[in-house]
Each structure stands twice: as structure tokens, then as C-alpha cells.
């Protein structure tokens, strides 16, 4: 935590190679390091590198707003994109940047508020709804007002024994500035992700616009860049094996905390199935955008975060299991056991087995909920407002013309969004065809939803008869269907949808799953309370840090290699003739655009080269990363860019369980690659001149 720096850590982070003191990383009362990075979008972290409110971050975590401005024409995601003046950067509708204004501990009026709750010993400790109530009655008691773009946010850490207040400002016009190519920004996509050696240029850059106050606006051509308050600067220095590095960003969710009964529901009630279930859905998708460009262009960015945690979730169960993670929680309940019995704490003693109790009992129900989800939630994307199409039944019952109008109206806006420029029907009817038998291989009979009865007895258990008449008989299957129906909305049409039914099944026992869920995790949070203020107590006074929930966090260590296994060793860092002998024209994952090559030839790599004339990539550090911290700045001593975070290694993906420092590694894009890219490859000079480069 950013607040605990000067009391914790900044002793260890100076004996590392910190040069700075940590009041220039994190300071309450002034501007400092930290009101340079942001959260970017719904997950990713950035960091300001200009004064002029330029964004840089991963390749990946700005896909979803490359792939929304490609089409065949315009192919971005294939080709990259270069804005070469202001006019030309492109608003993404829908994405965000937000800076973290202020961190204030809270702890002691959040209990005090538990303390008068109308249920005490309940779970509103944890609940976002409760804590937003308790957020708003502390702003408006210290006399705090929030005006339009931005907001506080509270929440509570160590299984709910801290909390802290975060209030935030939030940037609603972000426009695209820069992508590399995919075969740079995505090279090595699934082979490479979560390996090491990389050689992936995976970044990209965004600006924040606002008014002409510097306030949050929607986005109007009048709206200027940010004048921002902090900017990194840029070394292309170098960096040498034992350097200091640290990472600021927003790392998503860790579970440090498990017991070892969790730690395997994890790998068989979650990671198994969801392997099992991507996989499928996965190799339809590859093969249909093998097969067409515009199928490429749409499911680009849906594919991708599949396979993302897809890989995430094989690594993780081979490394809990190649790290002895069970192993190693074993022996921390056996240490906690006996702590708890020479402070003669009976609630200690008891909280594992109450605890695994509760995950045994709820082993079953999690796994089918994980089928559901990755099946009938995200994995077939077509479906019908079934509510909608129940209140639209009644309208037309009561001849109500309001009615009427008011849910035909609704139903038009649903079927454009169900029929959107990155869904293709035909696709989506083959990922049904590939996922509901294989459900029905995964889950016992009596778990299926009711639709599986009409597919053995209306259609002697023909799968694709099933589907086929789903995607072709809806309302909502194509425009003919949709405007005949609309043109004349009857109660007929409506009941015999057999859409509507699927869907309707569907969701019937997705509610059924939720409360049986809820009911067998009853109790695991408070347990967890309990468990996790034990452990730290048990640890003290060494400080253990919070699990992970998309709050800023600073993690430091060095440059460093690895030995993956015995005779094998990994430097810390890669360089572009790794591309070079990576690639493979027919391959698409391992492309090298003619340009590059041409650069590369030439040597053509200007001021970004190493000593020795090579042009560096990619870099490892001991840094402890996670999902969110992609796009997170790697910071030198000095506090200057250095890199930009990206991925993991593949040995040690049980860390977000069990963080081991002999393996972990973090894997990051070196800012010269970044910069050679923008550069030479990009023509954007300008971009370069906008940054404070440190020579």
C-alpha cells in the first residue's frame, strides 16, 4: 500500500537501489510519482508521459479500442495506427482514464458505523452497496463534495480489517494516438503469452482531453489535452542485471490468503472446467477468423481475453503443482495451528476446518457454476430479452398501444445490440454447436437446464437440429424474422419462440446455481476475517500485504535472471534479433512486418540501441504482478520509466496463491523497443519531442 511506504518499506526498497526518498513515489500533501499512473479502462493501469496528457500502456489493454476502430478498410489491429497531428487521434466511446486524487485510512469510522449497522455481525462489512452508503455519509460529515467526474471509493482490505477511502477523478474523453501492428504489439499471441524469453512490443498510446478547465467532459471537438500535473520521465540509460525496478498499477485480484482446501476447489472447481470449456470455444473461433478477415477483425479482441486466462488457468495448475504450493499451505496451517494454541486463541483453532467444511460442501456447485458461466453466460453469445417478450405478451393481451410501442421499441434496441458489428450469427451457431453437448458431457443430468429435455425429446437428441432451428426460427435470428414479427406483434409468435425458452431455461437455473452457492459459501467471508487478521498477527511484525482489489499498489525489486530448471538459464533480457529468429511467415503469430526487418537490417535503431549495436526488447524484473497491473510503468531509482509491465512467467503462475521470488518474474516491454518503434517504425517524431527523454 502507497501509505505504508515511508513506515515499511522504504529501508528495504533503499537497500535495493532506491534513490529517491519514498515521499517522491507517494506523498498526501504534494504532487508525486504516483499522479502519473492511472487506472486505464476497466483493468489495465497507464502512465502520463507527457505534459500534454499522452497515455502509454499495453498493446492488449488498448486492443478492445483498436479492434472498435478497424474494419477490413481500415485494418488497425494488422496494419497499426499513427495519429500524425492532434486532429488525427481517435475518441474511444466507452473508455476511461482515472487518477487516484487522495487515500485516506477509514478504518476506525467504518467500524464505528458496523458498530450501529442493523446487522452487526454480518457481511455488509464487505458489501460495495453498504460501503458506498458508509462512503457518502463520511464525505458529506467531513464536508466533501464531488462534483461531475469525480468519486470516492471505499473498500476494505485484509478480508475486511482495514479499509480505505479512495477518491478518484475520472477522464471520459481518451482518444487513440498510436498501436504498433498486431505482429509487433500481439507477437508470439498464444504460443508466447505468460513464456519467457518475449519479444512482444506490447504496448500502445492514448491522450486524455478534457475542457477547457482541465475538468472531466464528454468528448466535444473543443475539449483540449490534459495539462497534467505529473509526467514521467524517460530513460534510455539502459539497465543492467541487479537494478533496481519498481511497478505502480491496479493488479486486479490475488488470493494469497487460501487455505489448501481452496487453493484445490481453485484448480478443479474452476481452472479445469474453464481449460476444458475455452479450449472448445477457442478453436471454433481460431478457425472461422483463419478464414475471414472481417470474422478476424470482430472476434480479435474477444478472442484474446479468452485465451488470455484460458493459458492463465493450465499455467496456474501445473505451477501449484510443480511450486508444491499445497505443500507449502499445509505447512502454514500446521504453523498457525500452533500459534493459535500457544496464544490459547479458540477461534484461531478452529476458523481451517470451519473453513474447509465450507469448500467441501460447496466443491459441486461451484463447478457446475463455472460451467454454466463459461458455456451459457459467455461462451454462446445469442439470446432473447425473454422479459422483455413476457411484458410485450401482456401489452398485446390488453391491446395496450403504449405497451405496445414502449417494448417493441425496447426489443428493437436489443436486437441491434445482440446483432452488433462484432457478432457474426453463423459463428456464433458453431460455438453452440461445439459447447451445449459438451456440456452435457461435464455436468450430471439433473443439472442441466430444461432445454436439454426438449433436445432429447422434440429432437431425438439431434444437438445441431436443435441449434439450427434456435439461430433460424427466432424473432430474433435475422432482420426478415424481426421486422415480420414487429410489423405485426402477436402472443403466438412470442410462445412459440423457441429461443425464448432456451433462454428462459437458461436463466431459471442460473438463479438456481446462484443461491445454492450463496447458500453453501455462507459464513466464508466472516471465517476469512478471522483467518487473514490471524496470519498477520502470526507473521508480525514482518508486513503482509492485502490481496489485490484494483486499488494502486507499488511493488519493487531488481533486474534479475532465472534458472526455470536445472541447466537451463534465462537472462533478463531479449533483443530484436529474437524476432528474427522467431519468425515464421506462416504462422500468423509470428509475422515480422517488412519494415521492421528492413530496420533490423539496416541497424537502423538511432539513439535505442545497446553498446553493443543490438536494439533490446524485452526485460525481466522480481517485481510481484497480476492481472491489472498490464501497462504499469517500470521505474528505475531515479524514478523514470524504464518499461512498460505486460505478462508473467510461465514457472511461476501460482503466484497470485503463493508468491515465490526465487521464481517470480515480471515481464516487461523495454521503453527503448517502445520508443525505437514509435520512432523509426512509426515515423512519429513528434510524439517522441512531446516526452522527456533522459540520456
Known sequence: MLTDLKQQNEVAMTELGLLIPAEQIYNPNSIALKDAVVHF???????????????????????????????????????????????????????????????????????????????????????????????????????????????????????????????????????????????????????????WPRHTGDFSMFRIYADANGEPAEYSESNVPLKTPKFLPISIKGLNEGDYAMIMGFPGSTSRYLTQSEVKQRMTASNEPRIRIRGTRQDVLKKEMAASDKVRI??????????????????????????????????????????????????????????????????????????????????????????????????????DKAGIKKYTDMMKSVYESVHNKDYDHEVDRKVAKALLPLYAEMVEADALPSFYQTIQNDFKGNYDAYIDNLYDNSIFSNEKNFNKFISKPNVKALEKDPMYAFVKSKYALGDKLVKELSTALNGLELLHKTYVRGLCEMYSPEPKAPDANFTIRLTYGNVKSYNPKDGIHYKYYTTLKGVMEKEDPTNPEFVVPAKLKELYTAKDFGRYALPNGEMPACFLTTNDITGGNSGSPVINGSGELIGTAFDGNWESLSGDINFDNNLQRCIAVDIRYVLFIIDKLGGCGHLIDEMTIVE
Not at 499445509?330 to 476446518?353: H, I, L, M, P, S
Not at 460451467?371 to 411484458?391: A, H, K, Q, W
Open 298 to 399: 470482430q472476434y480479435a479482441s474477444k478472442y484474446a481475453g479468452s485465451s488470455n486466462y484460458w493459458k492463465n488457468s493450465i499455467g496456474m495448475n501445473k505451477a501449484i503443482a510443480d511450486n508444491k504450493v499445497l505443500e507449502t499451505k499445509a505447512a502454514q496451517e500446521a504453523r498457525f495451528a500452533k500459534f493459535a494454541k500457544d496464544n490459547n486463541r479458540a477461534d484461531y483453532a478452529k476458523v481451517v476446518g470451519e473453513i474447509d467444511a465450507i469448500i467441501e460442501k460447496s466443491n459441486p456447485v461451484l463447478y457446475q457454476f463455472t460451467c454454466f458461466n463459461e458455456i451459457l453466460r459467455s461462451g454462446i453469445e445469442f439470446g432473447t430479452p425473454y422479459i422483455v417478450m413476457d411484458s410485450l405478451k401482456v401489452a398485446v393481451k390488453n391491446k
Open 41 to 195: 479502462g476497466g483493468g489495465c493501469t497507464g502512465e502520463v508521459i507527457s505534459a500534454e496528457g499522452l497515455v502509454l500502456t499495453n498493446h492488449h489493454c488498448g486492443y478492445g479500442a483498436i479492434q472498435q476502430h478497424s474494419s477490413v478498410e481500415h485494418d488497425y489491429l494488422t496494419d497499426g495506427f499513427w495519429a500524425m497531428s492532434r486532429s488525427e487521434e481517435l475518441p474511444c466511446k466507452g473508455l476511461t482514464v482515472t487518477y487516484i486524487d487522495e487515500i485516506m485510512d477509514v478504518t476506525d469510522y467504518v467500524n464505528d458505523q458496523l458498530q450501529i449497522d442493523s446487522d452487526p455481525n454480518g457481511t455488509n462489512y464487505l458489501s460495495p452497496k453498504y460501503l458506498a452508503m458508509i462512503a457518502d455519509r463520511f464525505l458529506s460529515a467531513q464536508g466533501i463534495t464531488l462534483t461531475s467526474g469525480h468519486k470516492a471509493e471505499l473498500k476494505a482490505f485484509y478480508g475486511g480489517n482495514k479499509y480505505y477511502l479512495f477518491l478518484k477523478t475520472t477522464y471520459s474523453d481518451i482518444r487513440m494516438v498510436g498501436a504498433p501492428p498486431s505482429s509487433i504489439g500481439k507477437f508470439g499471441a498464444d504460443t508466447d503469452n505468460w513464456m
